[in-house]
């Protein structure tokens, strides 16, 4: 994975300082300059249609340079070593933060699942969804359900890919083993597999065992093309609850998970993306 630019959009919220350790970790991990952003969202127009018609008395000159000043503090305090630029824009979150990174190279964006502070507004899970959305770049996004038990390590020292044997599962495989080469993380391969038809003289057991075994031998084809070696969690249940339980289980750092095109979520893990994200008690990384 080649990682030049990370847009990482900053409310200076508990959460954004959280996730900073993860983004020092990736930034010095691949050489990359980090780009903060801050997003002012205008007061509410005094009246809409085409001639909307913002309150006068909001001073946008000197919100951005007090804004700037507290993103180079951030910087100096939260990415020490790394090259950092800053920037402050206003309108729409979502927007703004899809269309920098298109525009802009950027490599990875990295954001919490939603924020607590003057601009909590800016990275609310909604916000968040909607990047995931938009954005055909990779999305780094923290625990938004983390156990007290559980806690990741900014550099992953184990990885799970959650993978649906479909036709875009050998790409999200090799995106997978080529992060844990560069983290010399260990790697598991996660899938849930939705209950069939009963046929008829089966039992629930039988047809369960048939239903896992025959994922196993795919996913075992799958990873003779690959090249891979990783471990493999199979489980009959829906995607968010299986990767969640096995994220507990093998203590992992960080989920990897496909993500479709920018017309929405593919496939049946894919489907699930948002699920996948607010279950996951570590972060996870769409693809």
Same mark, same amino acid.
């Given at each position: 994975? !080649?990682?030049?630019?990370?847009?990482?959009? /900053?409310?200076?919220?508990?959460?954004?300082?959280?996730?900073?350790?993860?983004?020092?970790?990736?930034?010095?991990?691949?050489?990359? =300059?980090?780009?903060?952003? =801050?997003?002012? #969202?205008?007061? @509410? @127009?005094?009246?809409?249609?085409? =001639? !909307?018609?913002? @309150?006068?008395?909001?001073?946008?000159?000197?919100?951005?340079?007090?804004?700037?000043?507290?993103?180079?503090?951030?910087?100096?305090?939260?990415?020490?070593?790394?090259?950092?630029?800053?920037?402050? +824009?206003?309108? &729409?979150?979502?927007?703004?933060?899809?269309?920098?990174?298109?525009?802009?190279?950027?490599?990875?964006? $990295?954001?919490?699942?939603?924020?607590?502070?003057?601009?909590?507004?800016?990275?609310?899970?909604?916000? !968040?969804?909607?990047?995931?959305?938009?954005?055909? *770049?990779? /999305?780094?996004?923290?625990?938004?359900?983390?156990? $007290?038990?559980?806690?990741?390590?900014?550099?992953?020292?184990? *990885?799970?890919?959650?993978?649906?044997?479909?036709?875009?599962?050998?790409?999200?495989?090799?995106?997978?083993?080529? *992060?844990?080469?560069?983290?010399?993380?260990?790697? +598991?391969? /996660?899938?849930?597999?939705?209950?069939?038809?009963?046929?008829?003289?089966?039992? &629930?057991?039988?047809?369960?065992?048939?239903?896992?075994?025959?994922?196993?031998?795919?996913?075992?084809?799958?990873?003779?093309?690959?090249? !891979?070696?990783?471990?493999?969690?199979?489980?009959?249940?829906?995607?968010?609850?299986?990767?969640?339980? $096995?994220?507990?289980?093998?203590?992992?750092?960080?989920? *990897?998970?496909?993500?479709?095109?920018?017309?929405?979520?593919?496939?049946?893990? #894919?489907? =699930?993306?948002?699920?996948?994200?607010?279950?996951?008690?570590?972060?996870?990384?769409?693809?």
């Amino acid at each position: 994975m !080649t990682i030049h630019r990370i847009l990482f959009p /900053v409310d200076f919220s508990e959460r954004s300082r959280a996730i900073a350790p993860f983004v020092l970790s990736l930034a010095q991990r691949y050489k990359a =300059n980090v780009t903060l952003m =801050n997003i002012i #969202q205008p007061p @509410p @127009p005094m009246y809409g249609g085409m =001639n !909307t018609v913002y @309150p006068e008395t909001f001073d946008y000159t000197e919100s951005r340079k007090t804004l700037l000043q507290s993103l180079e503090q951030f910087a100096a305090s939260e990415l020490p070593k790394v090259e950092v630029s800053c920037m402050v +824009d206003v309108g &729409d979150p979502a927007t703004l933060v899809a269309d920098y990174a298109h525009t802009n190279g950027i490599d990875l964006i $990295a954001m919490p699942t939603h924020g607590y502070g003057a601009f909590r507004r800016a990275l609310l899970g909604s916000v !968040t969804a909607k990047v995931l959305h938009d954005s055909r *770049i990779p /999305v780094w996004t923290s625990a938004h359900a983390p156990e $007290a038990s559980h806690r990741a390590h900014p550099h992953p020292r184990h *990885i799970l890919v959650a993978i649906d044997p479909d036709k875009g599962a050998r790409s999200l495989l090799d995106a997978a083993a080529a *992060i844990t080469n560069e983290t010399g993380a260990t790697l +598991d391969i /996660v899938t849930a597999v939705a209950e069939g038809v009963i046929a008829p003289g089966m039992a &629930d057991a039988d047809l369960e065992k048939l239903l896992v075994d025959g994922t196993r031998d795919v996913l075992a084809k799958l990873q003779a093309e690959a090249g !891979t070696h990783a471990g493999m969690v199979v489980e009959i249940g829906g995607p968010a609850k299986v990767i969640r339980e $096995a994220a507990l289980a093998k203590r992992a750092d960080l989920v *990897i998970a496909g993500r479709g095109s920018v017309h929405g979520l593919m496939g049946r893990l #894919q489907a =699930n993306g948002y699920s996948i994200i607010r279950e996951a008690p570590c972060p996870v990384l769409s693809i």
